[in-house]
């Protein structure tokens, strides 16, 4: 057998010919066969994700669904070889764990096979899927674990120090099954499990299992990142995991000729991977999988293995351009989705210049990932990057399977912040006034899982509040303003933090800026800037008179600070509490750091 060093010189289809699955991965044919839901009507099928693989292994059975070429153990495995795998986790489940209907299991694992099969082994099995952070302390991933009642943790080797003294595990009411992720029954109790699972199923595969014939039941159990509290479990359905998966097809644009190769990035942990486990096989596409971001990694995925699509926040887009192996990707385009915050004119330009064309979405995980875009029009294509840029700024419209937005009026609480004014009335759409985006349809949650009042009132007048704040453009259009927690009160004006970092990532030099309050004697608040590291206090004094140029008095930053790194979450959302903390204690340390600077 090849190192992996020399077999990752080849093609990802060569390469996957060195791979031997274990005898259990190999599909037997009528394991495969498509399973029927019965139900009371001839013209109603309910909507499961599930039904995209089976689907897949029936069409296409040696297409290859899955590659893992960036391990010591590189693994493969076709559209067939997936099914099957996924329906022996499904009778592993409930044949050896007794996991009924309805039951959570977890899975605490990198991108790796173990975690796409459970999106499909674990549904197909009637449980909830819990996928868990895997950058979360023991504290939290306990804490997850309990909440959620789950009876069976899938867990990944590297990250088995997090959960083997946690009080379920070692009283063992939550059974524990580790995957080596090499693919191999050898040294795996994962694999075993696959192993045994396929053998009690008698070899009746899919024709054995009864699947989910309530397309309103709970599917998957996935914890908000809980940066300001208890993280909330999110309760999402089959209808809105398969109808999500059907707008990620059409507005990821991927391919539905099995062209596509998507490039795992984004954590499928996060949001169930924002429905792409689903969306990518429901297109036939193939999933390429990163245990986590390298950029060495990245790059020779473009390069040598035919990346089409990726989804990341404009972090990892930034140390994508940045890398030293960026180079100009020739005779394709990669699609790119970026969340989390707009890119700026530079990060646009520089993606643009490598063959990377990006699209702008908006969503939460209550909202299964993205549920809008920003649109492109032909206009567009006059402008230069910076004024893309500003276009791309705009969180735009519904995706296909969603309800439209809305943008409705706020009031303010007594200590500033703002909130949706009942009875809920939209803003005009004058791209001025700022509300509070909320949402109902298809894509929105299910409910906070054994938490009725955040429910209730997270669903205040019959819609679900994002807590995001917005503008509404004349042509429909959202542009989020701020999240109604990081507004600015500066001398009783309202200062959009969203819009200092704009404005500061206007500057050529700059590809990240953040902004928060902080307190002063005279304002109350005023903003203060933080940009990752660069040229420190000649480049704060420089960005200070740019601001000038770009915002008005009270909007421009006191204070600028340049840091070493900026504070973030695990899916690369910025945590401004980390930075408002950072502003308090600059002003405890300064001397008469309070008084104003006029």
Same mark, same amino acid.
């Given at each position: 057998?090849?190192?992996?060093? =020399?077999?990752?010189?080849?093609p990802?289809?060569?390469?996957?010919?060195?791979?031997?699955?274990?005898?259990?991965?190999?599909?037997?044919q009528?394991?495969?066969?498509?399973?029927?839901?019965?139900t009371?009507?001839?013209?109603?099928?309910?909507?499961?994700?599930?039904?995209?693989?089976?689907?897949?292994?029936?069409?296409?059975?040696?297409?290859?669904?899955?590659a893992?070429?960036?391990?010591?153990?590189p693994?493969? !495995?076709?559209?067939? @070889?997936?099914? @099957?795998?996924?329906?022996?986790?499904?009778?592993?489940?409930?044949?050896?764990?007794?996991?009924?209907?309805?039951?959570?299991?977890a899975?605490?694992?990198?991108?790796?096979?173990?975690? *796409?099969?459970?999106?499909?082994?674990?549904?197909?099995?009637?449980?909830?899927?819990?996928?868990?952070?895997?950058?979360?302390?023991p @504290?939290?991933?306990?804490?997850?674990?309990?909440?959620?009642g789950?009876?069976?943790?899938?867990?990944?080797?590297?990250?088995?120090?997090?959960?083997?003294?946690?009080?379920?595990?070692?009283?063992?009411?939550?059974?524990?099954?580790?995957?080596?992720?090499?693919?191999?029954?050898?040294d795996?109790?994962?694999?075993? !499990?696959?192993?045994?699972?396929?053998? *009690?199923?008698?070899?009746?595969?899919?024709?054995?299992?009864t699947?989910?014939?309530?397309?309103?039941a709970?599917?998957?159990?996935?914890?908000?990142?809980?940066?300001?509290?208890?993280?909330?479990?999110v309760?999402?359905?089959?209808?809105?995991?398969?109808?999500g998966s059907?707008?990620? #097809?059409?507005?990821g644009?991927?391919?539905?000729?099995?062209d596509?190769?998507?490039?795992?990035?984004?954590?499928?942990?996060?949001?169930?991977?924002?429905?792409?486990?689903?969306?990518v096989?429901?297109?036939?596409?193939?999933?390429?999988?990163?245990?986590?971001?390298?950029?060495?990694?990245?790059?020779?995925?473009?390069s040598?293995?035919?990346?089409?699509?990726?989804?990341?926040?404009p =972090?990892?887009?930034?140390?994508?351009?940045?890398?030293?192996?960026?180079?100009?990707?020739?005779?394709?385009?990669i699609?790119?989705?970026?969340?989390?915050?707009?890119?700026?004119?530079?990060?646009?330009?520089?993606?643009?210049?490598?063959?990377?064309?990006?699209?702008?979405v908006?969503?939460?995980?209550?909202?299964?990932g993205?549920?809008?875009?920003?649109?492109?029009?032909p206009?567009w294509?006059?402008?230069?990057?910076?004024?893309?840029?500003? @276009?791309?700024?705009r969180q735009?419209?519904?995706?296909? =399977?969603? +309800?439209?937005?809305?943008?409705?009026?706020?009031?303010?609480?007594?200590d500033?912040?703002?909130?949706?004014?009942?009875?809920?009335?939209?803003?005009?759409?004058?791209?001025?006034?700022?509300?509070?985006?909320?949402?109902?349809?298809?894509?929105?949650?299910?409910?906070?899982?054994?938490?009725?009042?955040? =429910?209730k009132?997270?669903?205040?007048?019959?819609?679900?509040?994002?807590?995001?704040?917005?503008?509404?453009?004349?042509?429909?259009?959202?542009?989020?303003?701020?999240?109604?927690?990081?507004?600015?009160?500066?001398?009783?004006?309202? #200062?959009?933090?969203?819009?200092?970092?704009?404005?500061?990532?206007?500057?050529?030099?700059?590809?990240?800026?953040?902004?928060?309050?902080?307190? +002063?004697?005279?304002?109350?608040?005023?903003?203060?800037?933080?940009?990752?590291?660069?040229?420190?206090?000649?480049?704060?004094?420089?960005?200070?008179?740019?601001?000038?140029?770009?915002?008005?008095?009270?909007?421009?930053?006191?204070?600028?600070?340049?840091?070493?790194?900026?504070?973030?979450?695990?899916?690369?959302?910025?945590?401004?509490?980390?930075?408002?903390?950072?502003?308090?204690?600059?002003?405890r340390?300064?001397?008469?750091?309070?008084?104003?600077?006029?």
């Amino acid at each position: 057998m090849e190192s992996a060093a =020399t077999l990752n010189d080849w093609p990802l289809v060569q390469l996957s010919r060195a791979f031997t699955p274990t005898a259990a991965s190999i599909p037997d044919q009528k394991a495969l066969k498509r399973v029927h839901v019965e139900t009371s009507q001839i013209n109603l099928t309910p909507l499961n994700p599930v039904s995209f693989l089976i689907r897949a292994a029936n069409i296409y059975p040696n297409k290859l669904a899955v590659a893992h070429p960036f391990t010591d153990s590189p693994v493969f !495995y076709s559209y067939g @070889q997936l099914a @099957q795998r996924s329906v022996n986790l499904a009778h592993a489940l409930q044949k050896i764990s007794n996991i009924k209907p309805g039951d959570r299991v977890a899975v605490l694992a990198p991108n790796c096979p173990m975690i *796409l099969e459970a999106h499909f082994g674990v549904p197909a099995a009637r449980a909830i899927l819990n996928p868990i952070n895997s950058r979360l302390s023991p @504290q939290d991933i306990s804490y997850v674990l309990e909440h959620s009642g789950s009876k069976l943790l899938l867990v990944d080797h590297s990250l088995l120090s997090q959960v083997q003294g946690l009080p379920l595990i070692k009283e063992g009411k939550c059974q524990l099954i580790i995957s080596k992720d090499s693919g191999s029954s050898n040294d795996c109790a994962y694999e075993r !499990y696959l192993e045994e699972g396929r053998r *009690l199923s008698g070899e009746e595969g899919w024709m054995k299992l009864t699947l989910e014939s309530d397309e309103n039941a709970p599917m998957a159990l996935c914890y908000t990142s809980g940066t300001t509290g208890r993280p909330k479990g999110v309760v999402t359905t089959y209808r809105g995991s398969y109808l999500g998966s059907i707008s990620n #097809v059409i507005e990821g644009r991927l391919n539905t000729d099995g062209d596509s190769v998507y490039l795992w990035t984004l954590p499928m942990f996060h949001a169930s991977g924002w429905t792409y486990p689903w969306a990518v096989t429901a297109a036939f596409g193939t999933h390429l999988l990163l245990r986590q971001i390298d950029y060495e990694h990245i790059w020779r995925a473009f390069s040598v293995y035919n990346v089409t699509h990726y989804c990341a926040a404009p =972090t990892v887009q930034i140390g994508i351009v940045n890398h030293e192996k960026a180079r100009r990707i020739v005779g394709r385009r990669i699609n790119a989705i970026i969340a989390a915050s707009a890119p700026t004119a530079t990060l646009l330009e520089s993606l643009e210049n490598l063959g990377i064309d990006i699209a702008h979405v908006y969503g939460l995980t209550e909202t299964y990932g993205p549920l809008t875009r920003g649109y492109s029009y032909p206009s567009w294509r006059e402008l230069d990057a910076k004024g893309r840029s500003v @276009q791309m700024s705009r969180q735009g419209q519904n995706y296909v =399977t969603a +309800d439209e937005v809305r943008v409705v009026r706020v009031e303010k609480e007594e200590d500033g912040r703002v909130h949706a004014k009942l009875p809920l009335e939209d803003v005009p759409r004058d791209g001025i006034t700022i509300g509070e985006i909320v949402m109902r349809g298809n894509l929105v949650m299910m409910e906070y899982y054994n938490n009725p009042e955040a =429910t209730k009132e997270a669903f205040a007048g019959g819609w679900f509040h994002s807590g995001d704040l917005a503008v509404r453009h004349p042509n429909g259009a959202i542009a989020i303003a701020d999240r109604s927690k990081d507004i600015i009160i500066s001398g009783g004006e309202n #200062v959009s933090s969203l819009e200092v970092e704009s404005a500061l990532s206007g500057h050529e030099d700059v590809l990240e800026a953040y902004a928060v309050a902080r307190s +002063d004697i005279r304002w109350g608040e005023r903003p203060m800037a933080f940009k990752w590291k660069g040229r420190e206090r000649e480049f704060e004094e420089l960005l200070k008179e740019y601001s000038k140029k770009v915002l008005a008095g009270y909007k421009r930053p006191h204070w600028i600070e340049v840091v070493d790194a900026l504070p973030k979450t695990s899916t690369g959302k910025i945590q401004k509490f980390v930075l408002r903390g950072w502003a308090a204690d600059r002003n405890r340390a300064s001397v008469g750091g309070n008084k104003a600077k006029l």
